[in-house]
């Protein structure tokens, strides 16, 4: 749930949203990455006004600067804007060629419960050259963790919801 509202925020922010999946390095995803991208497309579906928001399998990589060079190469005019939540501030500075990343895209930060954005976790990435915004949208106190270890179905979307219990991904899955 937190995913897609952010996702149809920014869908009313910019001209066009390219979303993907991809196997962070630094994190336990739980599923492989087709499934991730099969339920990053159904929540996306489910968005009342999604026509500017796509998902873009093709941009996946385990490093988000291989990812945006592919997405330079497909936009090659277009204003890049790097989208992370507040919980990835500590873990960008040891990202894969990070500088550069951030020659080529600016980066938004969106704001999630229980991970403050204040100005000394900023000046790192400040000073290896990110261009920093934070956006004026706080996520829900959702995560897809929270389903993964308790069974929370309030966490998904319906349709997310219902592609996990037919693929049966996640061991918790029926525990409500």
Known sequence: ???QQILHWLGEQYDQIA???ADNPFKDHGSPLHHRMAMLSAAIRDLPRGDNIGVYSDLSHRFTRVTVDRASDRWPNAQITLTVGSDLIDQLPRWYQVTQLFQQADLLVIP???YDITADKLTPLKQLGATVAVADLTG???S???YRNDGD???LPPSVATYI???NL???QNAT
């Open 140 to 142: 829900l106190a959702v």
């Open 153 to 155: 179905l309030s966490a």
């Open 19 to 21: 979303a993907w999946a």
């Open 165 to 167: 219990e037919r693929e």
């Open 1 to 3: 749930m937190g995913h």
């Open 170 to 172: 996640y061991l918790c």
């Open 144 to 146: 897809s963790t929270v």
């Open 112 to 114: 999630r419960p229980g």
